[in-house]
């Protein structure tokens, strides 16, 4: 069996138990393998063990990589969770399925016009800046309700909201601000919780887990 499905089975197992934990029912968060900087190789074992959902954070990679595995494996949904900017929209709808860091009004109004141009629905998430963090992207809470009806009426698919919470902080008031937010909007997607942090994340509700280095392992490389 490859590390990579190893360890997958591994994460699936510990959310089982913790879901069971918490004891909630009807609940079935999604892994996202975040393949970022990891080679074909340690992709194709978790397709062949039947794994659908992959992320990457750039675009000219996502690109180079996923063209023709997504060719090839029609099933699979491809996730961008990096900063997108605006002059990679047009290749960025084109690979992807999900983009989870919809962080500002320009990008809004870019992703709008580039969907309908091509006449495509992607689903995307907004990215809320809970730790007040300056060199961290995303909305200001207390501009997301305004913002998500801009969103609205430019006829973008917001499914939910992503956060990032500040390194070396507990994540878990964060999380649970992020699940209040999500709540108030009747959102039912919530993006949140990676290698470090994905069975705090459970707790509140999280239905999209990122996780890269708990699946390939330590990046060594870049693509």
Same mark, same amino acid.
């Given at each position: /069996? ?15 138990? $913790? ?6 029912? &009807?609940? +079935? =968060? ?10 074909? @190789? ?12 992959? !992320?990457? &954070?750039?675009? @000219? ?10 060719? %090839? ?10 900063? #997108?900017?605006?002059? %990679? ?13 919809? *962080?500002? #009004? ?6 709008? &016009?580039?969907? &309908?141009? $091509? ?12 730790? *007040? ?18 969103? #609205?009426?430019?006829?973008? +698919?917001?499914?939910?909201? /992503?956060?990032?919470? =500040?390194?070396?902080? +507990?994540?878990? =008031?964060?999380?649970?601000?992020? #699940? $209040?937010?999500?709540? %108030? ?6 993006? /949140? ?11 509140? $509700? ?7 280095? !708990? ?6 490389? %870049?693509?």
């Amino acid at each position: /069996m490859h590390h990579t499905q190893k360890n997958l089975i591994e994460i699936e197992e510990k959310i089982k138990n $913790k879901i069971n934990i918490l004891n909630l029912s &009807n609940y +079935d =968060p999604k892994v996202i393998a975040v393949s970022k900087t990891f080679s074909e @190789q340690d992709i194709l074992p978790l397709i062949e063990y039947g794994h659908h959902e992959f !992320g990457e &954070n750039k675009v @000219q990679e996502a690109q180079a990589k996923w063209t023709k595995i997504k060719e %090839k494996y029609k099933n699979l949904k491809l996730h961008m969770l990096g900063k #997108l900017q605006t002059n %990679k929209v047009k290749n960025a709808v084109e690979i992807f399925d999900y983009i989870h860091s919809l *962080d500002n #009004l320009k990008l809004a109004n870019k992703i709008s &016009n580039e969907l &309908n141009k $091509k006449s495509k629905k992607i689903k995307i998430f907004i990215q809320v800046n809970l730790g *007040d963090e300056e060199q961290k992207s995303g909305i200001d809470p207390s501009e997301l309700e305004s913002f998500y009806k801009t969103c #609205l009426d430019l006829k973008l +698919d917001i499914i939910g909201t /992503m956060c990032i919470p =500040p390194e070396n902080q +507990d994540p878990k =008031p964060f999380f649970q601000e992020l #699940l $209040k937010l999500n709540q %108030k909007l009747s959102l039912s997607e919530i993006s /949140m919780g990676m290698t470090n942090d994905y069975l705090d994340a459970l707790q509140y $509700k999280s239905t999209f887990l990122r996780i890269g280095t !708990g699946i390939f392992g330590k990046r060594v490389k %870049k693509f």
